[in-house]
Nanobody
Framework: VQLQASGGGLVQAGGSLRLSCITS????????RGWFRQAPGKEREFVAA????????LYNDSVKGRFTISRDNAENTVYPQMNSLKPEDTAVYSC????????????????WGLGTLVTVSS
């Protein structure tokens, strides 16, 4: 089971980025897929999640209305579209998969990929 995140980079405040997380090695039809972020000196924070089978989504209040998470079944990939980015969104973003229902708790996710750095300049 492998998850690979990509799409990070440097963007100005107000700009957009789309991250992606591709999964390989196993069928995840019943899994939840989540994104978390960790800024320097801060704890890991839940960003958004999507239930693979139903498409049900869950968001951190700080990104509601700005971020949209979606999935592509054929590509086995999850995409968080991040709009209206703010300097406080700067962090390493990591994707994860859980053999359970949607959750905001990182402990519920068993599989993790390496993160991708998002830097938002003011």
């Amino acid at each position: 089971v492998q998850l690979q995140a990509s799409g990070g980079g440097l963007v100005q405040a107000g700009g957009s980025l789309r991250l992606s997380c591709i999964t390989s090695g196993r069928t995840f039809s019943s899994y939840a897929r989540g994104w978390f972020r960790q800024a320097p000196g801060k704890e890991r924070e839940f960003v958004a999640a999507i239930m693979w089978s139903s498409g049900t989504t869950l968001y951190n209040d700080s990104v509601k209305g700005r971020f949209t998470i979606s999935r592509d079944n054929a590509e086995n990939t999850v995409y968080p579209q991040m709009n209206s980015l703010k300097p406080e969104d700067t962090a390493v973003y990591s994707c994860a998969a859980a053999e359970a229902a949607l959750s905001t708790e990182s402990e519920m996710y068993q599989y993790w990929g390496l993160g991708t750095l998002v830097t938002v300049s003011s």
